[in-house]
């Protein structure tokens, strides 16, 4: 089950053809997220703030399945592979629906986050912002900032509508939010990881132990 589908998140429409509608897809609330979508993951957080600011504890007294922190830890895992799945899901939409505006940069910008927060900062005028490498920088290798700016000089593309641009902007910044989520998520099991997968920890250290944990869910 997605995130989406168990939190409330906003799922993009599409008609019969599996075209993605933009007139179907859900407004965001102000923070990125669609109204109600925050609850769980703020749930989450909320607990990870908690048991981060606690004194770290070597092992867990009584049954693992009944210990809080072991639970937060087992959520906040699960739900990393949620955001995962629904950065790929708003990837997708953007990109259909960006392409009329710019089609060529999927091809140029290839890993999904960064093309998102491409998309967010060129908007219509991809001429003129393109250029302005301070805001592509933090993201993209100049190399890439040069392709993407003579690219867009040459393009096909045509301009969105106002309410068209406002949907991808939205769709941008909630998979921005989620990534922001994800990181503090991830940051919290890794610090634990000594706690919950001790083993695991000290073959291939805390960090990858996380990492490859973040990769399926624990029941």
Not at 55 to 69: C, F, L, M, N, Q
Not at 85 to 96: A, G, Q, S
Not at 115 to 144: C, H, M, W
């Amino acid at each position: 089950m997605r995130i989406g589908q168990q939190a409330g998140l906003a799922q993009p429409s599409t008609d019969p053809k599996g075209t993605p509608n933009p007139e179907g897809h859900k407004a965001a609330g102000s923070d990125g997220l669609p109204p109600g979508g925050e609850a769980l993951l703020n749930k989450v957080m909320e607990d990870l703030d908690y048991f981060s600011k606690r004194a770290k504890r070597d092992k867990i007294h009584g049954p693992v399945e009944s210990d809080p922190e072991y639970q937060c830890i087992v959520e906040a895992n699960n739900l990393m592979v949620e955001i995962d799945n629904e950065i790929n899901i708003i990837h997708k939409y953007v990109r259909d629906l960006y392409s009329k505006r710019f089609p060529e940069l999927e091809s140029l910008v290839l890993t999904c986050l960064d093309y998102l927060k491409t998309v967010l900062v060129l908007g219509n005028d991809i001429l003129e912002r393109s250029k302005q490498t301070d805001l592509l920088s933090p993201f993209l290798t100049p190399a890439t900032i040069m392709v993407v700016s003579v690219t867009a000089s040459t393009t096909q593309g045509s301009p969105l509508k106002p309410d068209q641009l406002a949907r991808i902007e939205e769709a941008c910044q909630m998979a921005i939010e989620l990534h922001d989520m994800r990181v503090t998520m991830l940051t919290y099991v890794e610090s634990r990881m000594s706690f919950i997968a001790p083993n695991i920890s000290i073959l291939v250290g805390a960090s990858t132990a996380a990492k490859l944990m973040g990769t399926f869910r624990i029941r």
